[in-house]
């Protein structure tokens, strides 16, 4: 089973960047696809982006162009570069590995956007 560990959530103003890292363990991770949720409060956890195993990638609307998901097999670690960031980014952001009928996810990091 893989673990899932967090990093690089902060307090950021409107416009700037922040990059997430999940660093995993436990299991091959390039045969995993990784995810990158988030969860506001009062509100569903949403997807964010996704990268499948084979390096494709799928951004929800809301972040298309402004986020960019990324996998270093190498390193067992996947990232989230954020840039452009709103208000409404603020949220507590999770990772997430999927194979099959096969999640786990880590602890969350919190990433608030505000001035």
């Known amino acids: 089973q893989v673990q899932l560990v967090e990093s690089g959530g902060g307090l950021v103003q409107p416009g700037g960047s922040l990059r997430l890292s999940c660093a995993t363990s436990?299991?091959?991770?390039?045969?995993?696809?990784m995810g990158w949720y988030r969860q506001a409060p009062g509100k569903q956890r949403e997807l964010v982006a996704r990268?499948?195993?084979?390096?494709?990638?799928y951004y929800a609307v809301a972040v298309k162009g402004r986020f960019t998901i990324s996998r270093d097999n190498n390193k067992n670690t996947v990232y989230l570069q954020m840039n452009s960031l709103k208000p409404e980014d603020t949220a507590v952001y999770y990772c997430?590995?999927?194979?099959?009928?096969?999640?786990?996810w880590g602890q969350g990091t919190q990433v608030t956007v505000s001035s």
């Open positions: 990268i499948t195993s084979g390096g494709g990638t």
């Open positions: 436990g299991s091959i991770f390039s045969m995993w696809h």
């Open positions: 997430n590995a999927d194979r099959g009928v096969v999640a786990v």
